[in-house]
């Protein structure tokens, strides 16, 4: 479906991303991996799909750096056809304690990075009158959770500048989204879990299962090859007319 197409997906040497980038290169999208740590190996395992894969280390709190990334993109490949906004980072910490420099990363990553891929590749979605920009919230887009202040105001946020964006492109083929998961089991929640275990002193299986327990009424994580799944819907022709949705994939975690 997506054969020729390139889709670009920032953060994706891990968790989600790399989940999303696998699932458009498995329907034939060359693409643009970002993020950091090892890159080798994301690479080589999108390769094995038959589709070529590039890598650009780009560090999305930088607004220089993801300019240079989108450049690298359009010179590789022409332009950015599927745009996936989804590194991100997590803190934990009550508002009066909350560092002012997490607070500053977490809104440049999560949130402002999204306004500068956007602003730098819809124009050549534009003019090839086809795009899919598909931005990475989660279930903290939509409601809350003590602690995260900063998170959910990024979440919220990314929410909507989707909605603005598919407004701004409604009349072309150029359509904006986002999905929203709950848990998902990938490094950054299970950092979380690893805290918590920690902090009340409980195996980390308990602190697995009290977590989900907590927000997610289905009891079972969503999984990245789901999300996968969505946005490779997202991009099909019968997502034409989806447009400035946030798509929860929670478990019900929002439905309380
Ligand atoms: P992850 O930690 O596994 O992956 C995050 C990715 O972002 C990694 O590739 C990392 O290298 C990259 N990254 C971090 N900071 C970066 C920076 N400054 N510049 C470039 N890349 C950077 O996390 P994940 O769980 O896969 O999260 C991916 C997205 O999904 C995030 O936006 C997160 O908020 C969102 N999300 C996750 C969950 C969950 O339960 N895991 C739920 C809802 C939403």
């Known amino acids: 479906m997506l054969k020729g197409k390139t889709a670009l997906v920032t953060g994706s040497t891990s968790g989600i991303g790399l989940g999303i980038a696998k699932a458009l ?19 080589a395992e999108i390769e094995k799909l038959g589709v070529r894969a590039e890598y650009h280390g780009a560090d999305m709190s930088k607004p220089s750096e993801i300019e240079d990334m989108m450049k690298f993109a359009a010179a590789k490949f022409g332009r950015v056809d599927v745009l996936v906004n989804n590194a991100g980072i997590q803190h934990v910490a009550k508002v009066e304690d909350f560092p002012p420099e997490k607070w500053d990363a977490i809104i440049a990553i999560n949130l ?20 899919r920009v598909i931005n990475i919230a989660s279930a903290h887009g939509l ?18 500048l989707t909605k603005a964006v598919a407004l701004e492109t409604a009349t072309t083929g150029v359509t904006c989204n986002a999905i929203c998961p ?75």
């Not at 602003?119 to 086809?130: D, F, G, H, I, S």
């Not at 409601?143 to 909507?160: D, F, L, N, T």
Request: aromatic fraction near 6%.
């Open 25 to 43: 290169a498995q329907q034939g999208a060359h693409i643009v991996l970002n993020g950091f740590g090892d890159s080798a190996a994301p690479k």
């Open 112 to 131: 402002s990075s999204a306004f500068h891929t956007t602003r730098l590749a819809v124009p050549a979605m534009r003019e090839a009158n086809w795009g």
């Open 182 to 256: 709950g848990w998902v089991l990938t490094p950054l929640v299970q950092k979380q879990i690893d805290d918590r275990a920690a902090r009340e002193g409980i195996p980390v299986e308990q602190a697995r299962n009290e977590l989900l327990g907590e927000k997610q009424p289905s009891l079972q994580f969503t999984t990245v090859d789901q999300l996968g799944g969505l946005a490779v819907f997202l991009c099909s022709p019968a997502a034409d007319q989806v447009r400035g949705v946030a798509w929860q994939v929670d478990g019900g975690w929002t439905a309380q």
């Open 143 to 160: 409601v809350a959770s003590a602690q995260k202040s900063a998170y959910v105001a990024a979440k919220h946020g990314i929410v909507g």
